[in-house]
């Protein structure tokens, strides 16, 4: 038989775009002829995104799961939220606004297929504005220079990952982190495609100039200490030159006498390094923010509902005996992450209906 897929997909506030992507992503999975499900992440969306899930889950209940996240959790903790109710051989991840074409989706199953753990993918032609293109590629070379990751193209969420690979994400506790950069740490075949690239079909990006270093921050305090190791460095030569500035300046004061000379270049150096001090305690305080964030081990993401229905029967091996086993399975994966109350009381739990309404056989 050949492998199953799970396509995870974070959406926020993205109702205007929504019913396209469906249109073009559910006839291209079903030409790909195999098992499939769609997990939509909602990820805490102040729109009608929410609402416009429901119908898709109703309108294609066997192939569709949407996981509803509370508060908004970031792009990256809301896949990781889709990840945790994955059921397929193969994890593809895509972003909601047709930026990344899921005709595409078929090139990344053809590599797994072909032996790969984990596919990267590199953007032929990128359509985004140009500013973020020139700050993509300076982040990309940073990350090149600072971390052990090799990808080519960091910002590509269009991605492909084998189950293994999955579940050793699912294992990980990070309160901040970067998928792509993580998954690629777990890969032993990783190869990379090129993909073709669109412009948002409907909405706007949903990330600032603050969010995107927010982001990349993560990406680098989360897989690299060399910034902390820079600023050592820096110290240690600032340290030395000064050393040498002394030097000159006592000898220069023996032997030539006091004269003020120099008072503003002075000035200038001394602000010069009170600049270098103060983004070096502020890399410093990036770090020892996340580990705070970390050891207070509060949930990372917490779920309002989720909607799904009983997998077609044998379809997804090994969790084929329904939702109520893969919510129950190896609990430790998502220790830290809140399910919805709702479990623990039926009688609230939207999911228990819609998932009543929806199994086979029982379908109106
Ligand atoms: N997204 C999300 N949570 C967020 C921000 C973004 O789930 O806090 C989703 C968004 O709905 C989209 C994907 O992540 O599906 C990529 O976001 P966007 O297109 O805004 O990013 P860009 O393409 O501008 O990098
Ligand atoms: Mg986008």
């Given amino acids: 038989m050949s492998a199953t897929l799970s396509v995870v997909i974070p959406v926020y506030n993205e109702e205007a775009g929504l019913e396209a992507l469906a249109e073009r992503l559910y006839p291209v999975l079903d030409a790909l002829g195999r098992a499939y499900e769609v997990i939509f992440v909602d990820d805490g969306s102040r729109d009608r995104s929410a609402a416009v899930l429901r119908q898709l889950f109703e309108r294609r209940p066997q192939r569709t799961r949407v996981v509803l996240l509370t508060r908004n959790a970031g792009q990256h903790m809301a896949i ?41 993918t590199v953007r032929a032609r990128r359509h985004d504005a140009l500013w973020r293109k020139a700050a993509s ?52 075949h990783p190869v990379e495609v090129e993909v073709a690239h669109s412009e948002r079909a409907a909405g706007q990006s949903k990330y600032s100039i603050y969010r995107l270093i927010r982001l990349n921050f993560d990406l680098l305090t989360g897989f690299s200490v060399v910034p902390l190791q820079f ?21 220069q004061r023996i032997f030539i006498g006091p004269e003020v000379q120099g008072v503003f270049t002075l000035f200038g150096l001394a602000f010069f390094f009170i600049g270098i001090l103060l983004v070096s305690v502020g ?76 199994e086979p056989g029982r379908t109106p």
Avoid at 164 to 169: F, N
């Fill in 80 to 120: 990781l939220a889709g990840f945790a109710h994955t059921r397929g051989d193969y994890i593809i991840t895509l972003d909601a606004d047709l930026q990344n074409p899921p005709e595409e989706i078929g090139k990344l199953v053809r590599a797994l297929d072909q032996g790969a753990d984990y596919v990267g």
């Fill in 137 to 188: 590629r300076l982040m990309n070379r940073v990350r090149e220079r600072t971390t052990q990751i090799r990808i080519s193209d960091q910002g590509c969420m269009l991605r492909g990952y084998h189950r293994t690979i999955v579940d050793a994400i699912n294992r990980c506790l990070e309160v901040s982190t970067f998928v792509p950069a993580l998954a690629y740490t777990f890969a032993r």
């Fill in 231 to 251: 600023f050592t460095m820096v110290g240690m030569v600032v340290a030395l030159i000064s050393l040498a500035f002394v030097v000159v300046l006592a000898v």
């Fill in 283 to 358: 890399v410093m305080g990036e770090y020892v923010g996340r580990i705070y964030e970390q050891v207070r081990q509060r949930p990372r993401y917490t779920i309002t509902a989720i909607l799904e229905s009983e997998p077609l029967q044998g379809e997804f091996p090994g969790t084929a005996s329904g939702p109520a086993s893969a919510a129950g399975s190896s609990p430790d994966h998502r220790r830290g992450d809140l399910e919805p109350p709702s479990r623990a009381n039926p009688a609230l739990d939207h999911t228990e209906m819609l998932r009543a309404e929806h």
